[in-house]
C-alpha cells in the first residue's frame, strides 16, 4: 500500500510513525514544505528568547534518523502541487531543484497545517511570522539586530513573542485589534493578564489597529506610531487548505477541510488532521478551528489506526489551551462567557480566588479561576484560571471531568493529591464544586460583577463585609462596610437597610460574603452575594 | 436543634462551620481534646523543619475567631468520656480544671480523629509521635536539643518528619519494618524515594524493626544500635473509636466506626466522620481507613448537610495521597498491585518514565508513572507516579478520570494544556492510554519487570534494542544489543536467535522497544517487550 502524507509536523508525522508502527510493508512518504519535519513549533518563541539555546533541540527529528527508525521517506523542501483524485496521484515540486514529479496513493492524508494571516495592512510585507524554523532563524536574526519591536495581535502566539523578545532586550510594543488579549478569556480574566504585560514594560495598545506598517515604526487608527525596527505580525492562523480545496474536497465556511468521524475528506481515500481540518466543539457541536499541536498529533495518530482499518469514533475537542507568560499561567477548556452569551446559552458562572496551595506553606500564590456551567444540566461548559502556579493543573482536572462527564457540583467530591507544598485540603477545584453546589441546591444565589451596576441603580444595597482596613484600601462605589463578623450584632441595621431593597453582599473573594449571606437568611434577609468579590469586580470594571 | 460534635480539626469544624451555613438558630458545640481547633494538621512537620516559621500559621482559627465568625461554641482542652445515647448527652471533661460536665444533643457528630499506633517496644515512652499541635511543640523543642534521630515508620508522616529533622540539621535514621517506605507504593517505584532518602543522609534502614529505644539510641533486630536523641514513632495511625464502641456503636474489624451512605453509625441520632470511620474503597469495595485531610473535609461537609436533611449517597475514597520529599513527589490514586495480586485480582500494569514537560524547553525531569488497569473492562484501578515535578498534576487528572469513569485506553483522548513549559503536546497521561491501547487492540504485548528472569530462565531470548553505549553503561544479564535502528539489516540474525525461543525486547523506558517489537511483528517474529524498559527493572531489581 502506497501512502503519501502531506505536511511533516505534528499531524503528519505522527500519522506516519504510527503507520509504520502498525505495517512494517507499507510504502509511506512524507512531503514537507519546510526544511524540516517534526520541529517543535511550540517551541519557536522560546528560541527567540534565548530560553532554549541549542537550535538543534527544535529539530526533534532529521529525515535520515526516521528513515533510520521508521523506513519512512520524507522529502523536505518540497511542494504539494495539485492532487488527481482519479489517477490517485499528488504532483510535488523539490523547491531546491524546481523538479516536479508525481508521488502515487492508495491512501492520501492531508497534514499541511495552517498559515499565518496576513491583514493587507500597507507595508505588511516587512512584518515576520513565526511558523517554522526558518520563520525562527530570520526572526532571531532580525531580533539581534533590532531594539525595539510590534508585536501585532495579542493570541497565544503574539504573547509568547512578545515576551521572547522582551528576554532578548528589546523594547516592545503590543498591539491587539480588540478590547483584551487572548480571546478564550473572558474580560475579568483577561486583566490579569494585561497587568503581568505591563509589569514587565510592554507598551500594550488594546482596541486599537495597525493601520501602516513603516521602515522603523508602525501606525495605529489612533495616529500613535510606535517604534519598530522589528514587526512581527501575529494575528492568527488560517488553514492551509488551498490544495484540498483545489482538489475539490469539502471545506467548511470556517476554511478548515471538512472530515468525519473518521477523519476521511469527502473522497474515502483522502484523510486529513491537524490544523487545517475543522474541528466538532465538544461543548456546542459546531464546526470550530483548533490549531493546538496535542489535537493534531493525536488525530495523525488516529489517521493511521483508520487506514489499518479500526473505526476511530467521534472526537469532539474542547480546546484545551495554556499559554505562560512574565511568570504567570493562563489556560483555558471549553466556551468562555463571551461565547455562551453570543450563542444565547444559559448558563451559570462562579470566579475564585484561591492559592494554589496551603497558604500556610511558603510560595503560596493567588490565582483566579472561573467556571461556566449549564444551569440546567449541571455539565462544566468550560474553565480559565490565571495565577503565577498551579493553574495547569486544575484546568486539566477540569478538562479530565469536562470528558469524563463529571458535572459541576460533582467536582467537590474529586479526590485530588493533597500535601501543603501541593495544594488544599479543599483544593480549589473542590471549592468550585462547592460553590456550583451551594448555587444548585439554592444555598447561595450571586449576582456577577457586570450585573452589579444595574442592580444598584435599581435600588439594591451594597453590603461590604469585608475589614474596615479592606474597605478603606478600595471599596466598590455605594458599598456600605459592615464585617461579616459584627453582622448578627448590626442585625437591626442591616433590616433598616434592607427595608424595601434588594440586598447585595461582597468581600474581597466571595468566601466571608457567601457566610455573610447565609447569616443573612437565617435572619429573613434574601441577599446575593458578589461573585468573586472585590477582586473579580475589579479586574472586571479596569478591563 | 443542639448538635454537639466530637473533634475541631478537619471533620469537625467543615461540620461546624457547615451547620452554620445552613442553620443560623441550630446550637452548636464543638469538643475538642487537645489545645486546638482547625490547626493545620498536614503543615506540622514543616514548622519542626522551619520551612513554616511562624507557628500561628499553624492555627488556622481561635475559638474566638469561630464564635465571632459562626456563633459556634468551641471547648478546647476538652474530653468526651462517654455517650448516652438513650439521654441523648454526652459527658465531657475539662481537662485544665478536671470538671465534668453533660452536653445534651439531638444530634451527635463523631469526629474523634486517629491516634498514633504505639507498638510494645521497650522504651516506647521515650518516643514522640506528630499529630497535634501539642506534639509539634514538644518535638520541635526535642530537635533543638538533638544531634541525631531515628525515625520509626517509613509512611507519609515518617517520611516527612525525616526530611524536616534533616533540615534542622539532625543525623536521621529512618527504619522501616517491611521492605520499602511508602506502603501504597509498588517496590520499583519506591525504590527512587529510596534513593532520594540516602542521597540527603538518611541511614535507611530497611526490612528491620526496632527492639528497643534506649536513652540516646535504638536497637535493631539486627542488633544494629543506630544514635538517637530523639525517637519519633510514625507507625501509623488507628482510628479513634474507643468512644463509639463504648457506646455500642458498630465498628469495623479494622477499627474505624461503620457508617452508611448517610454517614450515619448504627445510632441514627449520631453521625461520624473523618479517619475515625471505616471508609468504602472505590476500587474493590472494601471497608478501608483512609486517614486523609480532604476525605475527612469532605465527609464533615457532607454530615452537615446530612443533619439538614440532604440525602448524600454514597461516596467511594479513592485515596488520592502524595508526599513530598527532597525535591521528589511520590503520589498515588485507587490500588497498588500489591493489593491487585495479594487479592487475585487480574490486572494490567503500565510503567512509564516521560517528562513533566517537553524535553527540549529547560528543566524538564523524568518521573516514573505506573498505570493499573482492569484487562477485562479497561477500567483504571490506580496508578502512581514518582518524580521531582509533575506528579501531582498527573495523578490528579488520573484520579479525575476514575471518578469520571474514563476507561484506561481514552486517556489517550484527554485534552490537557499544553505549551512546553506545562506539558508536551502528547502528555505523560497521553502516552498511558495510547500504551494502554495498543495493549487492547493487541499491538503490543509486555512483560513485566518482575517476570523477566523466569522467561529467561525458560528459554526466552532478550534483545536490547539501545544503543551500544547505552548497553556498555549497564545492561540486563543476558541480553544481546541490536540497536533498533538497525534491526531491520539484523533481522536474518534475529531470526536466529528466535528460532525455538520467545523473542523479548527491551528498551530504556520502553518506547524504542515498542517499535522493535512492531518491526519484528512485521516480520513475523512475536515479541514482547519489557514494560517500562531497563529503567523499571532497574529499579524493580534493586528495590
Not at 502524507?5 to 505522527?14: K, T
Not at 492562523?237 to 467548511?252: H, K, T
Not at 466556551?335 to 494554589?356: F, M, Q, S, V
Given at each position: 500500500m502506497d501512502i503519501v502524507i502531506i505536511g511533516g509536523v505534528a499531524a503528519g508525522m505522527s500519522a506516519a510513525a504510527r503507520l509504520r508502527r502498525l505495517d512494517e510493508q507499507a510504502s509511506i512518504t512524507v512531503v514537507e514544505?519546510?526544511?524540516?519535519?517534526?520541529?517543535?513549533n511550540c517551541g519557536l518563541p522560546y528560541y527567540v528568547g534565548g530560553v532554549i539555546t541549542d537550535r538543534d533541540a527544535l529539530l526533534l527529528q532529521t529525515p535520515e534518523a526516521i528513515k533510520a527508525r521508521f523506513n519512512i521517506d520524507v522529502l523536505v523542501n518540497t511542494r504539494a502541487e495539485a492532487i488527481d483524485r482519479t489517477a490517485h496521484t499528488v504532483t510535488v515540486t523539490d523547491l531546491t531543484t524546481g523538479a516536479a514529479r508525481r508521488l502515487h496513493y492508495d491512501r492520501l492524508v492531508l497534514a499541511p497545517g495552517a498559515t499565518p494571516v496576513r491583514p493587507p495592512i500597507p507595508g505588511i510585507e516587512r512584518a515576520l511570522t513565526l511558523r517554522n524554523v526558518e520563520d525562527t532563524d530570520a526572526l532571531a536574526a532580525a531580533a539581534q539586530q533590532a531594539r525595539t519591536a510590534a508585536v501585532i495581535g495579542g493570541g497565544f502566539i503574539g504573547l509568547e513573542v512578545a515576551e521572547n523578545l522582551v528576554r532578548r532586550g528589546l523594547r516592545v510594543a503590543l498591539v491587539e485589534a480588540t478590547d483584551q488579549v487572548l480571546a478564550p478569556l473572558d474580560p475579568e480574566m483577561a486583566t490579569p493578564v494585561h497587568d503581568a504585560l505591563r509589569s514587565a514594560g510592554v507598551d500594550l495598545h488594546l482596541g486599537c489597529a495597525v493601520t501602516a506598517i513603516g521602515d522603523h515604526d508602525v501606525t495605529l487608527a489612533d495616529q500613535t506610531v510606535l517604534d519598530a525596527d522589528l514587526v512581527v505580525a501575529a494575528i492568527g492562523v488560517r488553514p492551509d487548505s488551498q490544495l484540498a480545496r483545489d482538489a475539490g474536497l469539502e471545506c467548511a465556511p470556517n476554511g478548515g477541510i471538512v472530515v468525519d468521524r473518521n477523519l476521511t475528506t469527502s473522497d474515502p481515500h483522502i484523510y486529513a488532521a491537524g490544523d487545517a481540518v475543522a474541528k466538532h466543539d465538544a461543548v456546542d457541536g459546531s464546526l470550530v478551528l483548533v490549531p493546538l499541536a496535542q489535537t493534531a498529533n493525536l488525530q495523525g495518530r488516529r489517521i493511521a489506526d483508520r487506514i489499518m482499518g479500526r473505526e476511530i469514533g467521534d472526537r469532539p475537542v474542547l480546546g484545551t489551551a495554556i499559554v505562560g507568560l512574565f511568570g504567570l499561567q493562563a489556560a483555558t477548556v471549553g466556551c468562555n462567557e463571551k461565547r455562551l452569551r453570543a450563542a444565547g446559552r444559559p448558563y451559570r458562572a462562579i470566579h475564585t480566588h484561591p492559592t494554589?496551595?496551603?497558604?500556610?506553606?511558603?510560595?503560596a500564590t493567588q490565582m483566579a479561576l472561573k467556571l461556566l456551567v449549564?444551569?440546567?444540566?449541571?455539565?462544566?461548559?468550560g474553565a480559565q484560571g490565571v495565577g503565577p502556579k498551579g493553574v495547569d493543573k486544575r484546568i486539566d482536572v477540569i478538562a479530565t471531568a469536562m470528558t469524563g462527564h463529571v458535572m459541576a457540583s460533582d467536582l467537590a467530591e474529586l479526590e485530588l493529591a493533597y500535601a501543603p507544598p501541593f495544594g488544599s485540603a479543599k483544593d480549589p477545584v473542590n471549592m468550585l464544586g462547592f460553590v456550583d453546589e451551594n448555587l444548585v441546591t439554592a444555598k447561595a444565589r450571586t449576582i456577577q460583577w457586570h450585573q452589579l451596576a444595574q442592580a444598584q441603580d435599581s435600588g439594591a444595597v451594597l453590603i461590604d463585609v469585608r475589614s474596615p482596613a479592606e474597605f478603606a484600601a478600595g471599596a466598590i462605589p455605594g458599598a456600605i462596610n459592615i464585617p461579616v463578623d459584627e453582622l448578627r450584632e448590626r442585625m437591626d441595621e442591616v433590616r433598616a437597610l434592607a427595608e424595601g431593597h434588594e440586598v447585595i453582599v461582597h468581600c474581597a473573594v466571595g468566601v466571608r460574603g457567601h457566610v455573610a449571606c447565609r447569616i443573612l437568611a437565617g435572619h429573613d434577609i434574601p441577599a446575593r452575594n458578589l461573585d468573586g468579590g472585590y477582586k473579580t469586580w475589579a479586574a472586571g470594571t479596569r478591563a
Amino acid at each position: 500500500m502506497d501512502i503519501v502524507i502531506i505536511g511533516g509536523v505534528a499531524a503528519g508525522m505522527s500519522a506516519a510513525a504510527r503507520l509504520r508502527r502498525l505495517d512494517e510493508q507499507a510504502s509511506i512518504t512524507v512531503v514537507e514544505k519546510s526544511g524540516h519535519i517534526s520541529f517543535a513549533n511550540c517551541g519557536l518563541p522560546y528560541y527567540v528568547g534565548g530560553v532554549i539555546t541549542d537550535r538543534d533541540a527544535l529539530l526533534l527529528q532529521t529525515p535520515e534518523a526516521i528513515k533510520a527508525r521508521f523506513n519512512i521517506d520524507v522529502l523536505v523542501n518540497t511542494r504539494a502541487e495539485a492532487i488527481d483524485r482519479t489517477a490517485h496521484t499528488v504532483t510535488v515540486t523539490d523547491l531546491t531543484t524546481g523538479a516536479a514529479r508525481r508521488l502515487h496513493y492508495d491512501r492520501l492524508v492531508l497534514a499541511p497545517g495552517a498559515t499565518p494571516v496576513r491583514p493587507p495592512i500597507p507595508g505588511i510585507e516587512r512584518a515576520l511570522t513565526l511558523r517554522n524554523v526558518e520563520d525562527t532563524d530570520a526572526l532571531a536574526a532580525a531580533a539581534q539586530q533590532a531594539r525595539t519591536a510590534a508585536v501585532i495581535g495579542g493570541g497565544f502566539i503574539g504573547l509568547e513573542v512578545a515576551e521572547n523578545l522582551v528576554r532578548r532586550g528589546l523594547r516592545v510594543a503590543l498591539v491587539e485589534a480588540t478590547d483584551q488579549v487572548l480571546a478564550p478569556l473572558d474580560p475579568e480574566m483577561a486583566t490579569p493578564v494585561h497587568d503581568a504585560l505591563r509589569s514587565a514594560g510592554v507598551d500594550l495598545h488594546l482596541g486599537c489597529a495597525v493601520t501602516a506598517i513603516g521602515d522603523h515604526d508602525v501606525t495605529l487608527a489612533d495616529q500613535t506610531v510606535l517604534d519598530a525596527d522589528l514587526v512581527v505580525a501575529a494575528i492568527g492562523v488560517r488553514p492551509d487548505s488551498q490544495l484540498a480545496r483545489d482538489a475539490g474536497l469539502e471545506c467548511a465556511p470556517n476554511g478548515g477541510i471538512v472530515v468525519d468521524r473518521n477523519l476521511t475528506t469527502s473522497d474515502p481515500h483522502i484523510y486529513a488532521a491537524g490544523d487545517a481540518v475543522a474541528k466538532h466543539d465538544a461543548v456546542d457541536g459546531s464546526l470550530v478551528l483548533v490549531p493546538l499541536a496535542q489535537t493534531a498529533n493525536l488525530q495523525g495518530r488516529r489517521i493511521a489506526d483508520r487506514i489499518m482499518g479500526r473505526e476511530i469514533g467521534d472526537r469532539p475537542v474542547l480546546g484545551t489551551a495554556i499559554v505562560g507568560l512574565f511568570g504567570l499561567q493562563a489556560a483555558t477548556v471549553g466556551c468562555n462567557e463571551k461565547r455562551l452569551r453570543a450563542a444565547g446559552r444559559p448558563y451559570r458562572a462562579i470566579h475564585t480566588h484561591p492559592t494554589d496551595h496551603a497558604g500556610y506553606y511558603p510560595g503560596a500564590t493567588q490565582m483566579a479561576l472561573k467556571l461556566l456551567v449549564d444551569p440546567y444540566t449541571d455539565a462544566i461548559l468550560g474553565a480559565q484560571g490565571v495565577g503565577p502556579k498551579g493553574v495547569d493543573k486544575r484546568i486539566d482536572v477540569i478538562a479530565t471531568a469536562m470528558t469524563g462527564h463529571v458535572m459541576a457540583s460533582d467536582l467537590a467530591e474529586l479526590e485530588l493529591a493533597y500535601a501543603p507544598p501541593f495544594g488544599s485540603a479543599k483544593d480549589p477545584v473542590n471549592m468550585l464544586g462547592f460553590v456550583d453546589e451551594n448555587l444548585v441546591t439554592a444555598k447561595a444565589r450571586t449576582i456577577q460583577w457586570h450585573q452589579l451596576a444595574q442592580a444598584q441603580d435599581s435600588g439594591a444595597v451594597l453590603i461590604d463585609v469585608r475589614s474596615p482596613a479592606e474597605f478603606a484600601a478600595g471599596a466598590i462605589p455605594g458599598a456600605i462596610n459592615i464585617p461579616v463578623d459584627e453582622l448578627r450584632e448590626r442585625m437591626d441595621e442591616v433590616r433598616a437597610l434592607a427595608e424595601g431593597h434588594e440586598v447585595i453582599v461582597h468581600c474581597a473573594v466571595g468566601v466571608r460574603g457567601h457566610v455573610a449571606c447565609r447569616i443573612l437568611a437565617g435572619h429573613d434577609i434574601p441577599a446575593r452575594n458578589l461573585d468573586g468579590g472585590y477582586k473579580t469586580w475589579a479586574a472586571g470594571t479596569r478591563a
